[in-house]
């Protein structure tokens, strides 16, 4: 990657797609010329372009509500009616000013004269909707303001669209790399200034770079993985074994999947238009997700004994659970698919619906509970997809990052500890357990990997990068990271991989624990 890369906004969010409609945007055209209305704020017009109000009412849900902005934003294209351009211009506004919000603050910091905090929170939405548009998309200034500052008048009234029409002047005054460069001559460390440019809290940045290293990686690809967090995911499709089918994906424009088999890259908008998305038989899945559920299926069991009792210990809301009850029914193995929270072990059932009913059940239990004596060595298969602090995924939830502390992952790591030792008593001796997180943290990873070894002197650590390999369709995924001790982890890269940033480790248990 070149020295100066920027942060970009999230243009794949529409697909690329331009509108021009008038009154609205088209390509900045390159000229870089940012001509603005001559026209009074107060005399401009009045009704607000109804996509970039879906934007700021899912704005306003995230900073108001604590909402999330993934679960927000469809009532709200539906609620305004937006047809598919203008829904694919609303999220990547919303789901852009989300991400880039940490840059944008550091920018509009410099052209309000008081401090962010003091502004209404409303207004100070409507800034960095507005300084989004002007700085990482591809609209007009003059369209980017006119449109703000119209928003500003229905939602925040005439007073404060005069000080937005101010404030993003100033904004427009300079590109995006020339505002970073500005606020850069501020900042001393590298950490600093990685967090400023990609828009990320300094801890996870911090936590990032560490990961890197942990997983046998360079801390120079910590912009490449920051770059990739802002960018919007490519929806994965799974086809369930012998019940799905990806051939009506393929017709509308999906692209076969590169790394997990059956899978495709869809991008034609819409998914639920998919009949068999619908029936639930094709699943949006990441393809780190579908790899992962895979590689635990799929390894030889060590002593090639008994393999029809799967678990899934923390399967909510089931995206792994149905991938493994399809491949478990192709086996005449069933899958317990356990999950403590109510409503998501409804997600669970809903997302296994698909898969015949003889093969899954659904329990409702701490995953702790599973290690109890009742449980010793009843299963042949475990998957702990632990609770994790999602540091992997932050490209899927825009607002998350803003959102997560260091305390989070202190406080999941002894959770995790305790579930995978839980797992590792619910195993029999010769079946396997996989280890998942969505995170590449190393306190939650490697760190809870080794503990549990130190733990559990029955368990031994698989070669779980041959297992992932066995099951890419390249063969070699490019994951592994070799264990002291024997054995090996894998650790999936959004910068690499185009995945979540998953992490596995598969173990196995030698001999019943001591005193059972
Ligand atoms: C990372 S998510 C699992 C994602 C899921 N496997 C999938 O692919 O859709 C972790 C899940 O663990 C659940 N969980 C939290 N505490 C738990 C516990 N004590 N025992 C079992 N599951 C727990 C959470 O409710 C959450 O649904």
Request: aromatic content about 4%.
């Given at each position: 990657?070149?020295?100066?890369?920027?942060?970009?906004?999230?243009?794949?969010?529409?697909?690329?797609?331009?509108?021009?409609?008038?009154?609205?945007?088209?390509?900045?055209?390159?000229?870089?010329?940012?001509?603005?209305?001559?026209?009074?704020?107060?005399?401009?017009?009045?009704?607000?372009?109804?996509?970039?109000?879906?934007?700021?009412?899912?704005?306003?849900?995230?900073?108001?509500?604590?909402?999330?902005?993934?679960?927000?934003?469809?009532?709200?294209?539906?609620?305004?009616?937006?047809?598919?351009?203008?829904?694919?211009?609303?999220?990547?506004?919303?789901?852009?000013?989300?991400?880039?919000?940490?840059?944008?603050?550091?920018?509009?910091?410099?052209?309000?004269?008081?401090?962010?905090?003091?502004?209404?929170?409303?207004?100070?939405?409507?800034?960095?909707?507005?300084?989004?548009?002007?700085?990482?998309?591809?609209?007009?200034?003059?369209?980017?303001?006119?449109?703000?500052?119209?928003?500003?008048?229905?939602?925040?009234?005439?007073?404060?669209?005069?000080?937005?029409?101010?404030?993003?002047?100033?904004?427009?005054?300079?590109?995006?790399?020339?505002?970073?460069?500005?606020?850069?001559?501020?900042?001393?460390?590298?950490?600093?200034?990685?967090?400023?440019?990609?828009?990320?809290?300094?801890?996870?940045?911090?936590?990032?770079?560490?990961?890197?290293?942990?997983?046998?990686?360079?801390?120079?690809?910590?912009?490449?993985?920051?770059?990739?967090?802002?960018?919007?995911?490519?929806v994965?499709l799974?086809a369930?074994?012998?019940?799905g089918s990806l051939d009506e994906a393929f017709e509308n424009g999906a692209e076969?999947?590169?790394?997990?088999?059956?899978?495709a890259y869809y991008?034609g908008?819409?998914v639920?238009?998919l009949?068999s998305v619908?029936?639930?038989?094709t699943?949006?899945?990441?393809?780190?997700?579908?790899?992962?559920?895979?590689?635990?299926?799929?390894?030889?069991?060590?002593?090639?004994?008994?393999?029809?009792?799967?678990?899934?210990?923390?399967?909510?809301?089931?995206?792994?659970?149905?991938?493994?009850?399809?491949?478990?029914?192709?086996?005449?193995?069933?899958?317990?698919?356990?999950?403590?929270?109510?409503?998501?072990?409804?997600?669970?059932?809903?997302?296994?619906?698909?898969?015949?009913?003889?093969?899954?059940?659904?329990?409702?239990?701490?995953?702790?509970?599973?290690?109890?004596?009742?449980?010793?060595?009843?299963?042949?298969?475990?998957?702990?997809?632990?609770?994790?602090?999602?540091?992997?995924?932050?490209?899927?939830?825009?607002?998350?990052?803003?959102?997560?502390?260091?305390?989070?992952?202190?406080?999941?790591?002894?959770?995790?500890?305790?579930?995978?030792?839980?797992?590792?008593?619910?195993?029999?001796?010769?079946?396997?357990?996989?280890?998942?997180?969505?995170?590449?943290?190393?306190?939650?990873?490697?760190?809870?990997?080794?503990?549990?070894?130190?733990?559990?002197?029955?368990?031994?650590?698989?070669?779980?990068?041959?297992?992932?390999?066995?099951?890419?369709?390249?063969?070699?995924?490019?994951?592994?990271?070799?264990?002291?001790?024997?054995?090996?982890?894998?650790?999936?890269?959004?910068?690499?991989?185009?995945?979540?940033?998953?992490?596995?480790?598969?173990?196995?248990?030698?001999?019943?624990?001591?005193?059972?």
């Amino acid at each position: 990657m070149s020295g100066r890369s920027e942060y970009r906004g999230n243009k794949a969010d529409n697909g690329g797609e331009r509108r021009n409609e008038a009154g609205r945007e088209r390509n900045r055209g390159g000229s870089g010329e940012r001509g603005f209305s001559t026209t009074a704020p107060s005399a401009r017009k009045r009704k607000a372009d109804p996509a970039r109000l879906t934007a700021w009412e899912v704005l306003r849900a995230v900073t108001a509500d604590d909402a999330y902005a993934n679960l927000v934003l469809p009532g709200r294209i539906r609620a305004n009616h937006l047809d598919k351009r203008d829904a694919g211009f609303a999220t990547e506004l919303a789901y852009g000013a989300l991400r880039g919000q940490g840059l944008y603050d550091a920018v509009l910091a410099r052209c309000v004269d008081r401090p962010l905090d003091q502004l209404d929170p409303a207004v100070l939405d409507t800034l960095r909707l507005g300084a989004h548009q002007l700085l990482s998309m591809r609209v007009p200034s003059h369209a980017a303001l006119d449109e703000t500052v119209s928003l500003a008048r229905m939602v925040v009234g005439a007073g404060a669209s005069g000080l937005i029409n101010a404030v993003l002047r100033k904004v427009a005054a300079r590109e995006l790399e020339a505002w970073i460069d500005l606020l850069l001559e501020d900042v001393a460390d590298d950490v600093s200034a990685a967090a400023l440019r990609y828009s990320h809290p300094e801890w996870i940045v911090r936590a990032l770079r560490q990961s890197l290293v942990a997983h046998g990686r360079e801390v120079t690809e910590i912009n490449d993985l920051l770059e990739a967090d802002n960018l919007a995911p490519v929806v994965n499709l799974v086809a369930l074994p012998s019940l799905g089918s990806l051939d009506e994906a393929f017709e509308n424009g999906a692209e076969p999947g590169t790394l997990a088999p059956d899978s495709a890259y869809y991008s034609g908008g819409d998914v639920s238009r998919l009949s068999s998305v619908r029936a639930g038989t094709t699943r949006v899945q990441d393809a780190g997700s579908q790899l992962v559920a895979r590689a635990l299926a799929g390894i030889q069991l060590p002593d090639g004994g008994r393999d029809t009792v799967w678990l899934d210990l923390c399967a909510g809301p089931g995206g792994k659970a149905s991938l493994l009850a399809a491949l478990a029914a192709e086996r005449d193995a069933t899958l317990t698919a356990n999950e403590p929270t109510p409503h998501r072990a409804e997600l669970v059932r809903r997302a296994l619906d698909a898969v015949p009913e003889e093969t899954w059940m659904v329990t409702v239990e701490d995953g702790r509970d599973f290690g109890d004596e009742l449980n010793q060595g009843r299963f042949d298969r475990v998957m702990v997809d632990a609770p994790c602090s999602g540091l992997g995924a932050l490209r899927r939830r825009p607002e998350s990052r803003w959102r997560k502390t260091a305390r989070d992952v202190a406080e999941l790591t002894v959770l995790q500890g305790e579930l995978l030792d839980a797992a590792l008593r619910a195993v029999r001796p010769g079946g396997v357990v996989a280890y998942v997180t969505c995170s590449p943290h190393p306190g939650e990873t490697v760190a809870v990997v080794q503990d549990a070894l130190a733990r559990n002197k029955d368990a031994r650590l698989l070669d779980t990068a041959a297992a992932l390999d066995a099951v890419t369709i390249t063969g070699a995924a490019g994951a592994a990271n070799p264990m002291e001790g024997g054995g090996s982890t894998i650790q999936l890269w959004p910068h690499v991989h185009s995945t979540d940033a998953m992490f596995m480790a598969l173990f196995t248990r030698t001999e019943t624990p001591a005193g059972t």
